[in-house]
């Protein structure tokens, strides 16, 4: 029996939205473990979030939400985009949770405990001076500085010095090389290998375990003036997920007793491949099997930033192509592991040749034939076909040397496998040509040519089931085929389909898209876009509260009203539409709230400054007022 499979992918940071970069790692990790459980193999799949840190506090102020309620609003736009792409996660840690938390103090308390090889404390308490980033969350040297700005957030580091509790890093790195070398530690591509042991032959130093500048974070038990380093607090998700401190069996099970797969790309390789090791050496825990830094991409060419506007929502991807051609698309890129340009532009054209022509067309004629010439009925097999042989032995082979490629993360070469075969069994088709048969009168080899064909389609839908789960569940709906056949065993199988059973078809699996359907989608789609504002646009409204001083009627105009209202020591002349409603005598005296900071206009040549704000439906309409002790100019929020 294999030992459980247990991925992971990093927990993302919440300050920001999802775009293709989490969804590619996710997406990877969704289809390894659901290759794994495919496979029959026990399989925990992790993904979360990592919410601690000066950089969610600020996001939360700017956004005027305490630190929690901006966290639960910006997880669940993770977790809507994960639903949207059909990720099926075990377990989806949060580092705001008390499980979490738990977990934090368990392994910072094994680590205080702990002696070097040399006797000394592992965990020790010093003073820090250094330039720190807030983008990064960590403190940076003078030599990564690029005209004396933080090279990846282009703003200058804080001077900051602090007291800190130490990690002797330094005593661990020569078992960490070790390990890495002989591979006890597989750090995969070979490439970031190599690069975390050039990492170990330069300058490192211990680094600091906790912060006492940050306040958003886990605070230490043994210090409640400091909150764990968000280093220390987010790769321990890994481990507080599965139950470290709080559920024994399930720790043993997945993490002493796995094998652990820990998913990245290459920014964060200094963090997993040195500083995870060490802090699970100083606690006495065994360490990940295997760390798997994938490519980083680019976009068009460009590194993906806000400020550039051109990071890709993975969610408009899905609008387009669907949550299984967004994930067949992105999947098949490039080679997992090598650096590559994501260009949106290709998409459809791939979309199109791949999944509309190989594999919807594969689906379509030979079902539609099948549906005219044999009543709809799978017709008998039959195995002497000139080319069968072939075609079966490409079958055979198929699943296990996909299933192969996955457990070396070679996914892309997986997908070609399955998507060989369709190109093969195409090829097939397009050779015995069945339709000619048909009208020769040979329906028995016409059949027989139909029934191989919906053979490996069945075995296709399974392979490229990690892939694309829901279109492969329509196609095997097609064979009245539920999940319960959906394992590796049932595609190394041929001739499993029932000759006689009626194929359920309606309609094509991967219709073909045409630019114009996209542009459909995008109009629409920026239309309600247009609607929405963000937090930074909405932060520019200034609402506050007038007291309405003096009221008359506009001459001319029957519905507005000329009022003179006070928001706070500002007096001003407004113009409201508001005269069918509220009489001068009625309105005067009021307090109502008002958007204070528009610029002057002139309405029906009368100036106005400001605008007041009032709820209207039909001929109903009431004023926003403001009761109690509130006075003219207080700030609504
Ligand atoms: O670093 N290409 O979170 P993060 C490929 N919270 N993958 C990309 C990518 C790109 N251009 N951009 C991002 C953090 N990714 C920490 C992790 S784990 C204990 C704490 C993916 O939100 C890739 O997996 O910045 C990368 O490692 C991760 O997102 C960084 O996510």
């Given at each position: 029996?294999?030992?459980?499979?247990?991925?992971?992918?990093p927990i993302y940071?919440?300050?920001?939205?999802?775009?293709?970069?989490?969804?590619?790692?996710?997406?990877s990790?969704?289809?390894?473990?659901?290759?794994h459980?495919?496979?029959?193999?026990d399989?925990?799949?992790?993904?979360?979030?990592d919410?601690?840190?000066?950089k969610?506090?600020?996001a939360?102020a700017?956004?005027?939400l305490?630190?929690?309620?901006?966290?639960d609003?910006?997880v669940a736009?993770?977790q809507?985009?994960?639903?949207?792409l059909t990720i099926?996660n075990?377990?989806?840690i949060?580092t705001?949770s008390?499980?979490?938390?738990?977990a934090?103090?368990k392994?910072l308390d094994?680590?205080?405990?702990?002696?070097?090889?040399?006797g000394?404390?592992?965990v020790?308490?010093?003073y820090y001076e250094g330039?720190?980033?807030?983008g990064?969350?960590?403190?940076i040297?003078?030599?990564?500085?690029v005209?004396?700005l933080c090279?990846?957030?282009?703003?200058?580091?804080?001077?900051?010095?602090?007291?800190?509790?130490f990690?002797?890093?330094?005593?661990?790195l020569p078992?960490?090389?070790e390990l890495?070398e002989s591979?006890e530690l597989e750090?995969?591509?070979e490439?970031?290998?190599?690069?975390?042991l050039?990492?170990?032959?330069?300058?490192?130093?211990?680094?600091s375990?906790?912060r006492?500048?940050?306040?958003w974070?886990?605070?230490?038990s043994?210090d409640?003036?400091?909150v764990?380093?968000?280093w220390?607090d987010?790769?321990?998700?890994y481990?507080?997920?599965?139950?470290y401190?709080?559920?024994?069996?399930?720790?043993?099970?997945w993490w002493t007793?796995?094998?652990?797969v820990?998913?990245?790309a290459k920014?964060?390789?200094k963090?997993?491949?040195?500083?995870w090791?060490?802090?699970?050496l100083?606690?006495?825990?065994?360490l990940?099997k295997?760390?798997?830094?994938h490519?980083?991409?680019?976009v068009?060419?460009e590194?993906?930033s806000k400020?550039l506007g051109?990071?890709?929502d993975?969610n408009e991807?899905?609008?387009?192509?669907?949550?299984?051609?967004?994930r067949?698309l992105l999947?098949?890129?490039?080679?997992?592991g090598?650096d590559?340009?994501v260009?949106?532009?290709?998409f459809?054209?791939q979309y199109?040749s791949d999944?509309a022509?190989?594999?919807?067309?594969?689906v379509?004629?030979?079902v539609k034939?099948?549906?005219s010439?044999f009543?709809?009925k799978l017709?008998?097999?039959?195995?002497?076909?000139d080319?069968l042989?072939?075609?079966?032995?490409?079958?055979?082979?198929?699943?296990n040397?996909?299933?192969?490629?996955?457990?070396?993360f070679?996914?892309?070469?997986a997908i070609?496998e399955?998507?060989?075969?369709?190109k093969?069994t195409n090829k097939?088709?397009n050779?015995?040509a069945p339709?000619k048969?048909?009208?020769?009168?040979?329906?028995?080899?016409?059949g027989?040519?139909l029934?191989?064909c919906c053979?490996?389609?069945r075995?296709?839908s399974i392979v490229?089931?990690?892939?694309?789960p829901?279109?492969?569940?329509?196609?095997?709906?097609?064979f009245?085929l539920?999940d319960?056949?959906?394992?590796?065993d049932?595609?190394n199988?041929?001739?499993v389909?029932?000759?006689?059973?009626?194929?359920?078809?309606?309609d094509?699996?991967?219709p073909r898209l045409s630019?114009?359907d996209?542009?459909?989608?995008?109009?629409?789609k920026?239309?309600?876009?247009?609607?929405?504002?963000d937090?930074?646009q909405f932060?520019k409204?200034?609402l506050?509260?007038a007291?309405?001083l003096e009221?008359e009627k506009?001459e001319?105009?029957?519905r507005?009203?000329k009022l003179?209202?006070?928001?706070?020591?500002?007096?001003?002349?407004?113009?409201a539409g508001?005269a069918e409603?509220?009489?001068?005598?009625?309105?005067?005296?009021?307090?109502?709230a008002v958007?204070?900071?528009?610029?002057?206009?002139k309405?029906r040549?009368v100036?106005s400054?400001?605008?007041?704000?009032a709820?209207k439906?039909g001929?109903k309409?009431?004023?926003m007022?403001v009761?109690?002790?509130?006075?003219?100019?207080a700030?609504?929020s």
């Amino acid at each position: 029996m294999p030992k459980p499979f247990y991925i992971t992918t990093p927990i993302y940071y919440v300050n920001d939205k999802p775009h293709i970069g989490h969804a590619y790692t996710t997406i990877s990790a969704d289809m390894i473990s659901r290759f794994h459980k495919l496979a029959g193999r026990d399989t925990f799949f992790l993904t979360g979030t990592d919410e601690h840190g000066n950089k969610v506090a600020e996001a939360a102020a700017k956004a005027n939400l305490s630190e929690i309620e901006f966290c639960d609003k910006t997880v669940a736009t993770f977790q809507n985009a994960w639903n949207n792409l059909t990720i099926e996660n075990d377990y989806f840690i949060r580092t705001t949770s008390d499980r979490h938390k738990k977990a934090v103090w368990k392994i910072l308390d094994a680590m205080r405990e702990a002696k070097t090889d040399d006797g000394e404390d592992v965990v020790y308490s010093d003073y820090y001076e250094g330039l720190y980033c807030t983008g990064c969350e960590k403190f940076i040297t003078e030599k990564e500085l690029v005209d004396g700005l933080c090279p990846d957030h282009k703003v200058k580091p804080e001077l900051l010095k602090e007291k800190n509790y130490f990690f002797r890093l330094t005593s661990f790195l020569p078992k960490i090389k070790e390990l890495i070398e002989s591979d006890e530690l597989e750090i995969l591509p070979e490439e970031r290998k190599r690069e975390v042991l050039g990492l170990i032959g330069q300058d490192l130093n211990d680094f600091s375990l906790s912060r006492e500048r940050v306040k958003w974070g886990v605070p230490l038990s043994f210090d409640k003036s400091q909150v764990a380093y968000v280093w220390v607090d987010a790769l321990s998700n890994y481990i507080s997920a599965i139950g470290y401190g709080d559920d024994d069996e399930s720790f043993k099970k997945w993490w002493t007793n796995g094998e652990v797969v820990h998913l990245m790309a290459k920014d964060i390789l200094k963090f997993h491949c040195l500083f995870w090791p060490a802090m699970l050496l100083a606690a006495g825990e065994k360490l990940p099997k295997t760390l798997f830094l994938h490519g980083f991409f680019t976009v068009d060419g460009e590194k993906m930033s806000k400020s550039l506007g051109n990071m890709i929502d993975p969610n408009e991807v899905v609008e387009n192509f669907g949550a299984d051609g967004t994930r067949y698309l992105l999947l098949t890129q490039f080679p997992f592991g090598v650096d590559g340009d994501v260009q949106a532009k290709r998409f459809i054209t791939q979309y199109n040749s791949d999944l509309a022509n190989d594999l919807g067309n594969l689906v379509s004629r030979v079902v539609k034939m099948v549906l005219s010439n044999f009543d709809g009925k799978l017709p008998q097999p039959k195995k002497e076909i000139d080319g069968l042989e072939e075609l079966l032995k490409a079958t055979e082979e198929m699943p296990n040397a996909a299933y192969t490629h996955v457990k070396h993360f070679q996914l892309s070469k997986a997908i070609e496998e399955a998507m060989g075969l369709v190109k093969t069994t195409n090829k097939f088709f397009n050779d015995k040509a069945p339709w000619k048969l048909g009208k020769e009168g040979k329906f028995d080899e016409m059949g027989g040519i139909l029934y191989a064909c919906c053979e490996v389609i069945r075995i296709v839908s399974i392979v490229l089931s990690p892939i694309m789960p829901t279109k492969m569940r329509e196609i095997r709906a097609i064979f009245n085929l539920d999940d319960s056949s959906l394992n590796l065993d049932q595609a190394n199988t041929f001739f499993v389909l029932e000759p006689g059973i009626t194929l359920n078809f309606n309609d094509s699996i991967f219709p073909r898209l045409s630019e114009k359907d996209l542009a459909k989608k995008e109009d629409t789609k920026s239309t309600e876009d247009d609607n929405l504002i963000d937090f930074d646009q909405f932060g520019k409204v200034e609402l506050k509260v007038a007291e309405v001083l003096e009221a008359e009627k506009v001459e001319g105009a029957d519905r507005l009203l000329k009022l003179q209202i006070a928001i706070g020591d500002d007096k001003r002349q407004i113009i409201a539409g508001v005269a069918e409603f509220y009489p001068p005598e009625k309105i005067k005296g009021m307090k109502i709230a008002v958007v204070a900071n528009l610029k002057p206009a002139k309405i029906r040549g009368v100036e106005s400054h400001g605008m007041l704000l009032a709820a209207k439906k039909g001929k109903k309409l009431t004023l926003m007022t403001v009761d109690g002790d509130i006075p003219s100019g207080a700030k609504i929020s």
